[in-house]
């Protein structure tokens, strides 16, 4: 797994195992890691708003090696991640078991916080609500 954290830390972009995660250039961080960080940071809310600032939330793309559409949606990742603050971390599927029954015939899949977003595409005016008003592009006051 590569993480990579738009925004933050230092260097140019990052390139890694598992197909390699593009970073944001300048201000990007990446880490690699194990497939298990797949859960994400979560707020405790319902509609995953509660207040949150954008560069508190964690997108995190599920991809395979190969996958067109993936490359597609971590350009989209890139972009949004770069405009919110947010950061991002990319997941190979293939590389548990676990991950490949449950997304493996949805790839790419956008998690937000550790909770099902999207797959196939990024629709990145709604993930960018997302991100910034709540999950579903509205927040209970």
């Known amino acids: 797994m590569v993480r990579v954290s738009a925004g933050r830390g230092t260097g140019g972009g990052a390139d890694g195992a598992n197909g390699g995660a593009a970073g944001t250039g300048a201000g990007a961080r990446a880490d690699v890691g194990g497939a298990g960080d797949v859960a994400g940071t979560g707020t405790g809310d319902v509609d995953g708003a509660g207040g949150a600032r954008a560069a508190d939330r964690q997108i995190t793309l599920l991809v395979r090696a190969?996958?067109?559409?993936?490359?597609?949606?971590?350009?989209?990742?890139?972009?949004?991640?770069?405009?919110?603050?947010?950061?991002?971390?990319?997941?190979?599927?293939?590389?548990?078991?676990?991950?490949?029954?449950?997304?493996?015939?949805?790839v790419p899949v956008v998690l937000v916080d550790g909770r099902e977003h999207g797959y196939w595409r990024v629709e990145e005016a709604r993930l960018r609500r997302a991100l910034t008003v709540g999950r579903w592009g509205w927040s209970r006051k």
């Open 66 to 106: 190969g996958c067109h559409l993936c490359a597609d949606a971590r350009a989209a990742v890139i972009r949004v991640a770069a405009d919110t603050g947010a950061g991002w971390t990319e997941v190979d599927v293939d590389t548990s078991a676990e991950l490949a029954d449950a997304y493996g015939d949805r």
